[in-house]
């Protein structure tokens, strides 16, 4: 199975029974289309079901920012083992140290071959199981953008950055409002605020919490002047009844 047309393949999908085998060819740079043609394919290789995928990247040039946030996200795989020359390749991926698919980094095939089909352990572990797990949960609801934060949160530039993702990931079409369930945060760094203002692409963003959330969105919006619409509701019922008004594009 060929990637895009033209003088050569940008990458080849073969099937090698046990798992897939995703080659890219060399001094290509990944783009997000890429990433959902790659995607489609993995899939449409395995009708029965997900399947382990084996990932060389070789020596590919370069991978845009959306193209690695759309692969932080992607899920057509039951785990990824990724293959590099050298620790160029292990630079190149550091990413997908959030990625929601086990993933781990290997210098020899062999080596990836073998944690794929659950016969060795080896690699160096990327996934987000292995890493901090996110201290959110998120997901589309009928057009809106819901973030929980988990109870007692204190986020983290990367943290930050995490939900910019998975915001992008979840709609990547549109720019929709955002209902933020804030949980008792206890803080968020100036730097979090500030990826946050500059950019999250939504048309609205409500936060719902207690008191001490009411005091971060009071600060958030008089220091970090969000280019969106910003609110503090003590309910998730009001918060969604002003998005569906005032916070819908």
Known sequence: ???HAGERSRYTLTDDGAFLRLRWAA???IEADDVRATTAAVTAASPTGRRPLLVNIGLVDAITRDARRLLIEDTCSLRTGVVGVDEVGK????FNYRSATPSRYFTAE??????LTGTAEGGETTSRQAVDPDPFRARMEDGLLVVEWDRGTSVTTEAAESVVTAAAALNPS????MLALNNNMVSLTREALQVFA??????ALAIVGVEGDRMIAAYYKQLHTPPYPT???DSAAEARLWLASAGAP
């Open 174 to 177: 549109r720019r929709p409002p």
């Open 110 to 115: 062999a080596e990836a071959i073998a944690w």
């Open 27 to 29: 001094g290509v740079t």
């Open 198 to 203: 500059e950019r999250l692409d939504v048309s």
């Open 1 to 3: 199975m060929l990637g």
């Open 231 to 233: 609110r503090f509701f």
């Open 91 to 94: 630079v190149l991926t550091a």
